[in-house]
C-alpha cells in the first residue's frame, strides 16, 4: 500500500541542465464559465508562485489579463473586464526569465495574436530559437523564454498549415529543456492542447468538461478522474468530450485513467490562520499516516512493499547514497544518523545538486535514495539518472502520487502526508522522516545488526510518536508563542545539536531564514568553539537541542561556555530535565522517546518558533519572498 512502482514506459525523460520553474497551471474547457473555475484553481496553486498571474478566456476572442502581484491583484484587475467564456487558462509565476511584471506574466501570445499559452518549465535553446524566429520576422515584447515557444507553434502552423496539437506536436521536437504547457488557438475555440517533459501536468476528466493543472488540487472538487501525463507526450482535449495523446514521435497513447485520492477538505485551512500552522498540527494525524499499514506495534514488526522486490540488494547494498534538497536534504541527514546506527550500512548524503555535476563514484552495489516532497526536484531526477546509468539501484521517498520521482526509480514509498501548501516544509520532513525511520528499522533487523528485542521496542516507541506529537503541541504552544516575542528583533540566530538532532538545528534555522528572513546558521555543537563561538553575545539567541542521553555532559558543556559568553539559551529538553533548565534563560519540554526518535519531536517546537517570529515580525508565513515550493535554481 503506497509503494512506488512504475513501468519502464514511464520513466522521467533526463533532466535539464538549467534552473526549472515550479508555477502553477490551471485550465478549463467544458460548459461552464472559466473563469471562477481559473481564478479559484490559481488560488490552490500559488504556492508554487506567486510573483505574477495571468488568465486566457475564450468567448469568440481571446481575452488575456496579466497582473504583477498575487492571484488576488489580478482578480482585482480584471473586476471591469469581460471575463466571459467556457474555455480559459489560468498562470501563477515564480520568475526565472524576466523580471516579475505585467509584460513577463504567463500566458503569453502569439505574434498574430491567434495563440496563447502558459508554460512551466526552461527552454534550454530559447536564445537559438529566438535568433532564427527573428530573422522570419517575429518580434518579442517580454524577456521570457516561453514568448519564444509560442511563437515557434505559430511559425510551425503558419508554415504547414496545420492544426493546433499538430503544430504543438512539430514544434516541440525542436525544445530542447523542460516543460508543461496549455495552448489555446483563437480560430479553434473548442479545444485545448497540453503536453510535459520534466515538469508535471494532470488532466483531470469531468462531467462534459476537462481540466488540466500543474497539479491535482485545482481538479478535486470537480472530479476525481485524472490521467497523468508522461514525458513528451501531447494530449488534446475538446468541449465534446474526446481526448487523443501522442508521442513527440506520433504515436497514439492509451490514457490510464487514475481515481485521486486527494480530498478537498485538505485543500482549505480549517480554522488556521495560515496552512504553515494547519499543517503542523496535522503532524499526530500525518505521522499516523505514514506509519499506517507499515507497522504492527503489537506484534513488533515493519514492512514496506515498496522494498519487497528489491529486498536482498538492500540487504546486501555496500553502500547507500541519500540525495536532496533543503528540508529533504536534512531528512537524508537524519536518515544517515538511522541507517549506519541501527543497520550498519555506509551512507552519504548528498545535495543533489552538487552529486551531478561532480563525476561521483556510483556502483552497481549502492542503494540510491532519493527524497522530495514533490518528486519534481530538478537536480534530483538528474543526479537519479546518473545513478541509474551506473546500475544502482534507486529508491524513492515522496509525497506526490505520479511525481516525475516516483516514475524514474526502480521502486520506492510514498509518505502519504496530504498535500503540502505551506512553502516551508513541515508535516512533509516528519513524514520523510517517519519513513525513513521505518526502513532502517527494517534493514537493521534483516541484516542481523538490531536484536529483535531492541527492534520491536523502537517499533513499539515509533507507534507512539503521534500521540507525544500532539501532547508536545498542546503543552508547549503558548510558551513557543511568548518565547518568540522575546528574539522577533533578532538579526541573528544559533541553532546547535548534537547526533541525531544535529541535523534538526540545521532544519530550525532553515525555517527561521525561510519565512522571517532572519539569518540563522545550524551548527555541531561541538563545532560552536570552531568559529560561531565569537559571534555570540547577549543579542543572540542560541537555540539548543539538548534532548541527547548518549551526548548529555558534552551539550551542558557547550550550554555553559554559551553562558560565559553572555549567551541567550533556549534550550530543547526532555520533560522533567532540571539541569539544563537551571542553566538555559528558556526551556520547551518534549516527551521522552528513544534516542533515534528524538527528531520527531524536537523539530516541532522550532517549527512553532519560526511560525510565529515571522508572524510578530509582519511576514507572510505561506508565501515567503522569494521562494517556490519544490523549486531548484542553480
Known amino acids: 500500500m503506497g509503494e512506488l512502482k512504475s513501468p519502464p514506459r514511464q520513466l522521467a525523460a533526463k533532466a535539464t541542465n538549467s534552473d526549472y520553474q515550479m508555477c502553477g497551471i490551471v485550465a478549463y474547457i467544458g460548459l461552464k464559465e472559466a473563469y471562477p473555475i481559473v481564478i479559484k484553481g490559481l488560488h490552490r496553486l500559488e504556492y508554487r508562485g506567486y510573483d505574477s498571474a495571468g488568465i486566457a478566456l475564450q468567448n469568440g476572442q481571446l481575452n488575456v489579463y496579466k497582473k504583477k502581484g498575487k492571484v488576488s491583484d489580478l482578480e482585482e484587475f480584471t473586476q471591469d473586464k469581460n471575463v466571459s467564456g467556457s474555455a480559459g487558462m489560468g498562470h501563477t509565476r515564480w520568475a526565472t526569465h524576466g523580471k516579475p511584471d505585467d509584460t513577463n506574466a504567463h500566458p503569453h501570445i502569439s505574434g498574430n495574436q491567434r495563440l496563447v499559452l502558459i508554460h512551466n518549465g526552461i527552454i534550454e535553446n530559447y536564445a537559438v530559437l529566438k535568433s532564427a524566429l527573428q530573422k522570419h520576422g517575429h518580434d518579442f515584447v517580454s524577456e521570457t523564454d516561453t514568448e519564444v515557444l509560442v511563437h515557434l507553434i505559430e511559425e510551425v502552423q503558419q508554415r504547414e498549415n496545420l492544426h ?3 503544430a504543438v506536436r512539430q514544434a516541440l521536437t525542436q525544445v530542447h529543456g523542460a516543460y508543461a504547457i496549455v495552448v489555446m488557438d483563437r480560430n479553434d475555440p473548442d479545444k485545448l492542447v497540453a503536453a510535459r517533459k520534466s515538469s508535471p501536468l494532470v488532466l483531470g476528466i469531468g462531467k462534459d468538461e476537462f481540466l488540466i493543472a500543474s497539479d491535482a488540487t485545482p481538479i478535486v472538487e470537480h472530479t476525481k478522474k485524472v490521467v497523468y501525463l508522461n514525458d513528451e507526450e501531447v494530449a488534446t482535449v475538446t468541449r465534446d468530450g474526446r481526448m487523443t495523446i501522442k508521442t513527440l ?9 487514475q481515481e485521486i485520492e486527494l480530498e478537498i477538505e485538505q485543500l482549505e485551512k480549517g480554522g488556521y490562520d495560515f496552512f504553515m500552522l494547519k499543517e503542523i498540527f496535522e503532524q499526530p494525524a500525518t505521522i499516523a499516516e505514514c ?12 514492512r514496506l512493499g515498496g522494498m519487497e522486490e528489491y529486498k536482498k540488494r538492500m540487504i546486501n547494498a555496500q553502500r547507500m547514497i541519500i540525495l536532496g534538497c533543503g528540508t529533504s536534504w536534512h531528512a537524508g541527514m537524519i536518515a544517515e544518523y538511522l541507517f549506519e546506527d541501527l543497520a550498519r550500512i555506509p551512507v552519504e548524503v548528498e545535495y543533489a545538486s552538487e552529486f551531478r555535476y561532480r563525476n561521483p563514484v556510483v556502483r552497481d552495489q549502492d542503494i540510491v535514495l532519493a527524497i522530495s516532497q514533490s518528486g519534481e526536484t530538478a537536480d534530483t531526477l538528474a543526479a537519479l539518472e546518473l545513478a541509474r546509468e551506473r546500475g544502482a539501484i534507486t529508491y524513492g521517498i515522496g509525497n506526490v502520487v505520479g511525481s516525475s520521482i516516483a516514475r524514474m526509480t526502480h521502486s520506492g514509498s510514498y509518505i502519504h502526508v496530504g498535500p503540502e501548501i505551506g512553502v516551508a516544509s513541515t508535516k512533509a520532513f516528519t513524514g520523510q522522516v517517519t519513513m525513513l525511520t ?14 529483535k528485542s531492541q527492534y520491536q521496542k523502537l517499533v513499539q516507541e515509533l507507534s507512539l510518536i503521534p500521540g507525544k506529537v500532539d501532547r508536545l503541541l498542546e503543552n508547549c504552544h503558548e510558551q513557543v508563542k511568548y518565547i518568540a516575542g522575546e528574539f ?7 541553532y546547535l545539536g548534537r547526533g541525531y538532532n544535529f541535523p534538526v538545528a540545521l532544519e530550525g534555522a532553515l525555517k527561521l531564514k525561510e519565512i522571517s528572513y532572519i539569518h540563522a546558521e545550524g551548527y555541531p555543537a561541538a563545532e560552536m568553539k570552531h568559529g560561531p563561538i565569537a559571534l555570540i553575545d547577549e543579542n543572540m539567541p542560541v537555540f539548543v537541542i539538548a534532548t541527547n542521553p548518549s551526548a548529555y555532559d558534552k551539550i551542558m558543556s ?14 530543547v529538553v526532555t520533560e522533567g530535565d532540571q539541569s539544563i533548565k537551571k542553566l538555559a534563560d528558556y526551556t520547551i519540554e518534549i516527551p521522552a522517546t528513544e534516542e533515534p526518535l528524538t527528531p520527531l519531536l524536537s523539530v516541532v517546537p522550532l517549527q512553532l518558533l519560526a511560525y510565529h517570529i515571522a508572524l510578530l515580525r509582519g ?10 515550493k519544490s523549486v531548484t535554481v542553480e
Not at 438 to 451: K, Q, S
Request: charge should be positive.
Open 619 to 628: 511576514c507572510n508565513v505561506d508565501q515567503p519572498r522569494n521562494l517556490a
Open 438 to 451: 521505518v526502513m532502517a528499522l527494517l534493514l537493521g533487523y534483516e541484516r542481523g545488526f538490531l536484536p
Open 291 to 302: 506509519m499506517r499499514g507499515r507497522m504492527n506495534a503489537e506484534k513488533g514488526w515493519v
Open 249 to 257: 514521435r506520433n504515436e497514439i497513447m492509451t490514457p490510464t485513467i
Open 558 to 571: 557547550n550550554i555553559q561556555e554559551v553562558k560565559a559568553r553572555k549567551g541567550v539559551v533556549v534550550a
Open 488 to 494: 522577533k528583533d533578532a538579526t541573528n540566530a544559533l
Open 164 to 166: 493546433l496539437e499538430e
